[in-house]
Every structure is written in structure tokens, then in C-alpha cells.
């Protein structure tokens, strides 16, 4: 069974424009979140997506804006960006309670 | 609000040496998960936590869980250079997919 997936891996991108990422779930998985990882901040949860619809969402700006597909896959978008916004950008799947969320690889972003 | 605490931050260990790692939590959950990140990759997981007294064993790392004082471990066995990696534990948010992370312990093994 294939893991999680993200796209791009690597990403440089400078002040003002904007970025998608995107993340494919472990097939059959219907909840998706993400994750922004930083130096300073640590692990922090951006959104949390079930069949299309967003049912969580952390404490960042209007600036991060995500969404899912019918098939399950999510992309989250970031406008405007921020030197702070650099950071490993992360995305969990999960099929079921008492499973565990499964991490994809990454994209790592780097504002210039 | 959910707060994890995760200590020590940094863990120097010799080979063949037993440690614990502590995760304790402010509030009420019913889902606990460790995992494993080395330097540049994502995270591993290593253990979900469901139940009051649940222990899971994988290797030389067994992961507890004690919802009543709110107090996971990670405890290491005899320790081997390869453990060498930062360790998370982070809490779910009851009703919800949202984890909140600890900091972090980075642990590194030397002979």
C-alpha cells in the first residue's frame, strides 16, 4: 500500500508570491491534516479535512487556505508570502479511530 | 486549550544505557502517538496510545500511557547508535484529527 504522497518536495519561492502544495492520502484514507514544522515554532496544525469538508482549523492568518477533493486529496495554498512562512509543510492521513496518522514526506518551502 | 510538555529536550546517551522520555498533556484526550523524525525526513510513527494503561513495545522503545495523570513515556532500552533521532509524542484533540505536538527530545547515542 502506497504512503502518503506530497508535491513538490522542494520549493523556493519569494516575498508577495504565492505557492500550492498538494498531498495525496494513503488510498482509502478520508481525513487529511496539515502540519507546518518550523525551528522556532515547532509543530504546528494548519487544518484538518474529512470527505471535502474542513472541520478544524489552527491559529494562522487568512493568508493559508486548504481544501479537499472528492477523491481525498488536499492542497493548501499560501498567498502572499512571508520570509516566516519558510518551513517543512507536512500532511497526515488516517483511515480509521485507532489508527494512527500517517505522515507524508514533506514539502519543504523556502521563502526568499 | 491542549498543552504538551515534552522533556528533556535533548538526550545524551551512552550505548547499552536505559532512559525515559516524558510527555505529559493538559487536558482530557483518549488518543496518544509517539513518533520518530531524523534530521531532514518526516516522522515516523512508532505508537498509538488509545486506552488508560495501554503499553506497546516495539524493539528497545515501549511507550505508556496513563490518561489519569495525563503522563505518556517513551522508555529506551539498552540503547543503540540508530535510536539516535528526535522523538515527539503528540496528543489528539478529543472529537477531532488535530495533534498537538510536544517540542521535541532530540536524543543522540554515542559509544
Known amino acids: 500500500k502506497a504512503g502518503v504522497t506530497q508535491t513538490p518536495r522542494y520549493l523556493i519561492k519569494t516575498r508577495g508570491q504565492q505557492v500550492t502544495l498538494s498531498c495525496s492520502p494513503i488510498?482509502?484514507?478520508?481525513?487529511v491534516s496539515w502540519y507546518q514544522q518550523t525551528p522556532g515554532q515547532g509543530l504546528q496544525f494548519l487544518f484538518e479535512?474529512?470527505?471535502?469538508?474542513?472541520?478544524n482549523k489552527g491559529n494562522f492568518p487568512g493568508r493559508f487556505s486548504g481544501r479537499q477533493f472528492s477523491n481525498s486529496r488536499s492542497e493548501m495554498n499560501v498567498s502572499t508570502l512571508e520570509l516566516g512562512d519558510s518551513a517543512l509543510y507536512l500532511c497526515?492521513?488516517?483511515?480509521?479511530?485507532?489508527?494512527?496518522?500517517?505522515f507524508g514526506p514533506g514539502t519543504r518551502l523556502l521563502v526568499l | 486549550e491542549l498543552k504538551v510538555e515534552q522533556n528533556p529536550l535533548f538526550l545524551s546517551m551512552q550505548e547499552g544505557k536505559n532512559y525515559t522520555i516524558y510527555c505529559n498533556y493538559s487536558?482530557?484526550?483518549?488518543?496518544l502517538y509517539w513518533y520518530r523524525q531524523d534530521p531532514g525526513k518526516s516522522l515516523e510513527s512508532l505508537f498509538v496510545?488509545?486506552?488508560?494503561?495501554a503499553v506497546k513495545q516495539e524493539g528497545r522503545l515501549m511507550a505508556s500511557l496513563d490518561t489519569k495523570a495525563r503522563l505518556s513515556t517513551l522508555h529506551i532500552t539498552a540503547a543503540v547508535h540508530d535510536l539516535s533521532a528526535t522523538y515527539f509524542c503528540?496528543?489528539?484533540?478529543?472529537?477531532?484529527?488535530?495533534?498537538?505536538f510536544g517540542t521535541g527530545t532530540r536524543l543522540q547515542v554515542f559509544p
Open positions: 479535512y474529512f470527505s471535502e469538508t474542513q472541520r
Open positions: 497526515a492521513s488516517r483511515g480509521g479511530p485507532g489508527e494512527t496518522q500517517y
Open positions: 503528540a496528543v489528539e484533540v478529543e472529537g477531532t484529527d488535530k495533534l498537538i
Open positions: 488510498s482509502g484514507h478520508r481525513s
Open positions: 487536558t482530557t484526550s483518549d488518543r
Open positions: 496510545l488509545l486506552s488508560n494503561g
